[in-house]
C-alpha cells in the first residue's frame, strides 16, 4: 500500500511494515548507475598505459594472423599502383622503345606487348584472390577474438560479486556483452585493415608518381593545399 510518502505491506499478523520512503528512492535509482564522467558519458579509463597493454595481450595468442593479414593488405594495396607503371612500360618499351625501323616507325615489340599485357590481366585476378584470403582471415581473426574476449568477460562475471550486480545496471552489463566486443571485432575487419590499406596506398602512389616524374609529383604536392583549402571554403 502506498500513502503518498512510504510502501507498506501487511504481513501475516496483519502488521504493516515500512518498506521504502521517498527520499531513498532517487538514492537507489542513482546508486544503480554507471560511473559518469564530468560531461555525463561514462569515465574514461584512468591507466591508459595498463589498458594497452590488455589489449596487446589480447592479440598476442593472433600475432601469426596478425602478420599474415598486413601481409595481406599490403599486397593488394601495393598491387594497386602497379598498372601506371605497366602502363609507361607499353608506350615507353613496347610500341615506341628502341625497336627496328619499319617503315619509317619504330616496330612495336610484340613478345614484350603479350607479356605486359597478361602481366596487367593477371593483376586484378591476383588481387581478388588475396582479397578472398584477406576477407577471410579479417572475419574469422575477428570472430576469434569476439569469442575470446566474451569467454573472458562472463568468466569475470562470474566472480564478482553480488554488490556488483546491485550497484550496475543490467543493460550497461549486457552493452559490454554485446555492442563493446562486437566494436572490437569491428576494429579488427574494418578500421584497422583500412588504416593500414590507406597508408600502404599513400605511400606507394607518392613512390610511383616519384618514379614516373618527380617534377609532377612535386607540383602535385604544392597544390594538394590549395584544392584541399577551397574543398573546405566551399
Known sequence: MWDGRNLHYSSRNG???RMATRQRVPEM?????A???PDG???????PR???RRIVEIFRPYRGQLALLAATIVITAGLGVVNPLLIKAVFDKALFGPNKICSGVPCPNLPLLYRLVALGLAIPVVTSLIGVGQTFLSTSLGLR????????????LQSLSMRFF????????QSRLTNDVAGVQSIVTDTASSILSNVVIIISSFAA????SWQLTILSLVLVPLFVFFTFRV
Open 41 to 47: 558519458e561514462v569515465a574514461k579509463p584512468k591507466d
Open 209 to 212: 608518381m616519384a618514379w614516373l
Open 145 to 156: 577474438l569476439m569469442r575470446d574476449l566474451r569467454d573472458r568477460l562472463y568468466a569475470h
Open 35 to 37: 560511473p559518469l564522467g
Open 166 to 173: 546491485t550497484s550496475t545496471r543490467t543493460g550497461e552489463i
Open 29 to 33: 535509482m542513482t546508486r544503480s548507475r
Open 15 to 17: 502488521t504493516l511494515v
Open 50 to 52: 595498463g589498458t594497452f
